[in-house]
């Protein structure tokens, strides 16, 4: 390996619950002008390489990345869908860079989540249509399961699980482009009806509509380019894994999917004891439990320490390892494929130095995670260093 | 060019139009007979990609996730990467950058389609890739613009249909050879003129079946390759390139996005003068005049040249230049994405001199392989060569 791999350039549209004005191509659009201006980049003349982030069944349309090209400025260039998580995205463009025939890449991912009328239904499409789907389960059924073993087995409450809820909703209120943002009491948890025991609405990440994109460089040509006084955003490592897939045959205790995608990316970054060498995280919180399981699972804290962290307030804004800064997808809005990349824009402005009221006192390295959302098991980790 | 990649093993499923076994089973047969191949243990796979075309064939969301239990993805990075009909072609590219960047050593390349899933006919699925406002209210289909582009070809040169149908003439008596083919016959060119016209001048014999399959080929870095195999094939360059999704404002009888992937494989692999240093070709062949639409594309004749070599005999199995000596799309069949790396895959048993009753008469060392898609807009290419 013998390239290193920058964060040059990034842009996102501000996050809504609708956008009737503006159809997807508009989002897109907005965010890669934002993140090619941030990068100072011409897309015709200086990007190699574009990679998108898309799934058929969201967008409405077969074979979606059709549509893709022109808004980016990749007509007639190297580019291509993943169908994946946004950071599944940054792992295609990172390891082409990483192969020394391309020194820019951009990567897209989007939301209208607003145009999909039957959102559960699309997501029963996901599960095994022999074993599953006949059992007509949707995803917040599974959810509520998942979340009931989970309080089980580390003994906490739903009250940890709102606190996380609180967090998030309340850091996003200084997060400008979030959309789901609200300064939550006690009453609002204790009338937040119940979707499947004991997941509540609340529980859940609303869905928003959305564009990110980022544009990442070799350090040759960063070097050539802006020189090394521009401190610029390294991404260090990452990984990726896929766990079983269906539901019979995974290990509904653990996500271990998780810890090897993290594993692969602190061993890429050079990291031995990730609780000590991380200074923030962003972490999936599609449901507020997760944030509590991925928390372990990527090794940041003991499952039975959680209760200690939850009430000493340690994944506060002030405390020692603050998570979700951004206000997670409980604060800024789910965004299907572009959630990881909503996480990963935040994580490069915190280390920029360009948080407002949110940011945190000089960080150094930070954890920025993603997981598809139920049924699967696909989980994908960055390391971004300054 | 990175690090060096080959690909070390190759294994495919009979291509049919109605598979009992279901999609995961197609990818599993696939991946263990290329680990069979060359003796290697899933192990010591380091990394998973897929190709997959459209969702709506297998009717699955996320069908990555789906097809990864077959696809020997369990605990591993996990990729599905995807350009339409392109993909197959494409997802060696993905492969291969996973090995060349150095962060894998080992890369397993599944590819599947199973279009009978989808009723009452595959042609259904496709009336969603069109734009949903502009062209999808006419209710057009692929025989319908595929038509439109025919014609634009055979006007711009001054074709006949004779000069076209002797392709499908050439591949589909070439899959008599194959094992795994779907349709080889002997066919002559009065049957193909005198076949129920579909779309003028798109008769059926023109065109490639509607298949279940599946693909698998392992890619290892110089080390793993020199280990396991004595026959090596190296991947000496990959290209893609993704064109406007306006179709409508192109000028159909050239695929430029072709020659645009070519070049840079070409270029990654140090071809200068394709004609002659490209020995044997695999150009995606979904229709009989795409295979000289393509053979213009990738540079290995002038503009509007490719029917003359075909009535000369040149791309014979016994010809200077042997195209498509599997039997291509037209006589194996077209599971999309897996007919995309089936061309990649008779490349692999081509150039090792495995290739049976199909092995062509001339000593081979480089050839190329193609895939397009999209709408109409992508070209992927793979150079490999002994």
């Given at each position: 390996?013998?390239?290193?791999v920058?964060?040059?350039g990034?842009g996102?549209?501000?996050?809504?619950?609708i956008?009737p004005?503006v159809?997807?191509?508009?989002?897109?659009f907005?965010?890669a002008v934002k993140a090619y201006?941030?990068?100072?980049?011409d897309?015709r003349?200086?990007?190699d390489t574009?990679?998108?982030?898309?799934e058929?069944?969201?967008?409405?349309?077969?074979i979606?990345?059709e549509?893709?090209p022109?808004?980016?400025?990749?007509?007639?260039?190297q580019?291509h869908t993943?169908?994946?998580e946004?950071?599944?995205?940054i792992a295609a463009?990172?390891?082409q860079?990483m192969?020394g025939?391309?020194d820019v890449?951009?990567?897209?991912?989007?939301?209208k989540?607003?145009?999909?009328l039957t959102p559960?239904?699309?997501?029963v499409c996901?599960?095994d249509?022999?074993?599953?789907?006949?059992l007509?389960l949707?995803?917040?059924f599974?959810?509520?399961l998942?979340m009931?073993?989970?309080?089980?087995?580390s003994g906490?409450?739903?009250?940890h699980?709102?606190a996380?809820v609180?967090?998030n909703?309340?850091?996003?209120?200084a997060n400008?482009?979030?959309?789901r943002a609200a300064k939550l009491?006690?009453?609002d948890?204790?009338?937040?009806?119940?979707?499947?025991?004991?997941l509540?609405e609340?529980d859940?990440a609303?869905?928003?509509d959305?564009?990110?994109v980022?544009?990442?460089a070799?350090?040759a040509?960063l070097r050539?380019r802006h020189g090394?006084?521009s401190?610029p955003v390294?991404?260090?490592?990452?990984?990726?894994?896929n766990?079983?897939f269906?539901?019979?045959?995974?290990?509904w205790?653990?996500?271990?999917?998780?810890?090897k995608?993290?594993?692969?990316a602190?061993?890429?970054?050079g990291?031995?004891?990730?609780a000590k060498?991380?200074?923030?995280?962003?972490?999936?919180?599609?449901?507020s439990?997760k944030?509590?399981q991925?928390?372990v699972?990527l090794?940041?804290?003991?499952?039975?320490?959680?209760?200690?962290w939850?009430?000493?307030?340690?994944?506060?804004?002030?405390?020692?390892l603050?998570?979700?800064s951004s206000g997670?997808a409980l604060?800024?809005?789910?965004?299907y494929?572009a959630?990881?990349?909503?996480?990963?824009?935040?994580?490069v402005?915190e280390?920029?130095?360009?948080?407002g009221?949110?940011?945190?006192?000089n960080?150094?390295?930070?954890l920025?995670?993603a997981?598809?959302?139920?049924?699967?098991?696909s989980a994908?980790?960055a390391?971004?260093?300054? | 060019?990175?690090?060096?990649?080959a690909?070390?093993g190759?294994?495919m499923?009979?291509?049919v139009?109605?598979?009992?076994?279901?999609?995961?089973?197609?990818?599993?047969?696939?991946t263990?007979?290329a680990l069979?191949?060359?003796?290697?243990?899933?192990?010591?796979i380091?990394g998973?990609?897929?190709g997959?075309?459209p969702?709506?064939?297998?009717?699955v969301?996320?069908?990555?996730?789906?097809?990864s239990?077959g696809a020997?993805a369990?605990g591993?990075?996990?990729m599905?990467?995807?350009?339409g009909?392109?993909?197959g072609?494409?997802?060696?590219a993905?492969?291969?950058?996973?090995?060349?960047?150095?962060v894998?050593?080992?890369?397993?390349v599944?590819?599947e389609?199973k279009?009978?899933?989808?009723q009452p006919h595959?042609?259904g699925?496709f009336?969603t890739?069109?734009?949903?406002?502009?062209?999808?209210?006419?209710?057009?289909?692929?025989?319908w613009i595929f038509?439109?582009?025919?014609?634009r070809?055979m006007?711009?040169?001054g074709l006949?249909?004779?000069?076209i149908a002797l392709v499908?003439?050439?591949n589909?008596?070439?899959?008599?050879d194959h094992p795994?083919a779907?349709?080889?016959?002997?066919?002559t060119?009065?049957?193909i003129?005198s076949s129920?016209?579909?779309a003028w001048p798109?008769?059926?014999?023109?065109?490639s079946?509607?298949?279940?399959?599946?693909v698998?080929v392992?890619?290892?870095?110089?080390?793993?390759?020199?280990?396991?195999?004595?026959k090596?094939?190296w991947?000496?360059?990959?290209g893609w390139?993704l064109d406007?999704?306006?179709w409508t404002?192109?000028?159909?009888?050239?695929?430029?996005?072709?020659?645009?992937a070519?070049r840079?494989?070409y270029k990654?692999?140090?071809?200068t003068?394709p004609?002659?240093q490209?020995?044997?070709a695999e150009p995606y062949d979904p229709?009989d005049?795409?295979?000289?639409?393509h053979?213009e594309?990738?540079?290995l004749c002038?503009?509007g040249?490719a029917?003359?070599?075909?009535v000369d005999g040149?791309?014979?199995?016994?010809?200077e230049?042997?195209?498509?000596p599997?039997?291509?799309?037209?006589g194996?069949?077209?599971?999309?994405?897996?007919a995309?790396?089936?061309?990649v895959?008779?490349?692999?048993w081509q150039?090792?001199?495995?290739?049976?009753?199909?092995q062509?008469?001339r000593k081979v060392k480089r050839?190329v392989?193609?895939?397009?898609?999209d709408?109409?807009?992508?070209?992927?290419?793979?150079?490999?060569?002994?």
């Open positions: 390996m013998t390239n290193k920058a964060v040059v990034i996102a549209t501000q996050f809504r619950s956008s004005d159809s997807y191509k508009e989002l897109m907005e965010a201006e941030d990068a100072g980049i897309p003349r200086d990007v574009f990679v998108t982030c898309a058929d069944y969201h967008e409405g349309t077969s979606f990345d549509y893709v022109d808004q980016l400025g990749a007509a007639l260039k580019m993943i169908s994946g946004g950071l599944h995205g463009a990172w390891l860079i192969t025939e391309f890449a951009v990567v897209e991912a989007h939301s989540a607003s145009n999909i559960h239904g699309v997501a996901a599960q249509p022999i074993f599953n789907r006949p007509g949707n995803n917040l599974i959810a509520g998942e009931n073993l989970f309080l089980q087995r906490l409450t739903s009250e699980c709102a996380v609180k967090k909703r309340a850091n996003a209120l400008p482009i979030a959309g009491s006690v009453d948890f204790r009338t937040s009806p119940m979707v499947a025991f004991p509540s609340l859940i609303q869905p928003v959305g564009a990110v980022v544009v990442l070799s350090e040509w050539k090394y006084n401190k390294f991404l260090s490592g990452v990984g990726w894994c766990g079983s269906s539901l019979e045959s995974r290990t205790e653990r996500q271990d999917f998780v810890t995608a993290a594993d692969m602190y061993r890429h970054a990291i031995e004891c990730p060498e991380i200074d923030f995280a962003e972490v999936d919180d599609t449901y439990y944030e509590l991925h928390l699972e090794r940041l804290v003991g499952e039975g320490e959680l209760k200690g939850i009430e000493s307030g340690r994944t506060e804004l002030k405390g020692n603050p998570v979700n997670g604060g800024m809005g789910y965004l494929e959630t990881g990349l909503a996480r990963f824009y935040w994580a402005q280390l920029r130095g360009a948080c009221k949110n940011q945190l006192p960080p150094r390295t930070a920025v995670h997981w598809r959302g139920l049924p699967t098991t994908a980790v390391i971004l260093t300054v | 060019m990175g690090n060096r990649v690909i070390v190759a294994g499923t009979k291509f139009r109605r598979a009992q076994e279901t999609g995961q089973e197609l990818a599993f047969y696939a263990k007979m069979d191949s060359c003796g290697m243990k899933l192990d010591q380091d998973v990609v897929l997959s075309a969702d709506t064939f297998d009717g969301h996320m069908k990555g996730e789906y097809l239990p020997g369990w591993k990075p996990y599905r990467c995807y350009v009909g392109g993909t072609v494409f997802a060696v993905h492969g291969w950058y996973h090995v060349a960047s150095g894998f050593d080992t890369c397993l599944v590819c389609e279009m009978s899933s989808y595959a042609q699925a009336l890739i069109f734009d949903h406002t502009t062209e999808r209210p006419l209710k057009p289909n692929l025989l038509a439109l582009e025919m014609n070809y006007t711009t040169y006949r249909k004779e000069d499908a003439v050439k589909k008596n070439n899959a008599l795994a779907q349709l080889g016959g002997k066919v060119l009065d049957d003129l129920e016209v579909l798109v008769q059926r014999l023109d065109v079946p509607v298949s279940d399959g599946a698998a392992i890619l290892a870095n110089e080390t793993v390759a020199r280990r396991v195999t004595d090596p094939v991947i000496e360059g990959v390139s406007t999704a306006y404002n192109r000028d159909l009888c050239y695929p430029r996005y072709v020659e645009e070519a840079m494989a990654m692999a140090g071809v003068d004609r002659h490209i020995h044997i229709f005049y795409k295979e000289l639409h053979m594309g990738l540079l002038g503009r040249e029917p003359q070599l075909t040149v791309t014979q199995r016994d010809g230049l042997p195209v498509c599997s039997g291509g799309l037209l194996v069949g077209n599971p999309i994405a897996a995309g790396l089936m061309k895959a008779e490349l692999f150039l090792r001199g495995e290739a049976g009753k199909r062509v008469a050839g392989a193609q895939a397009w898609g709408l109409m807009q992508v070209g992927t290419v793979v150079v490999v060569g002994i």
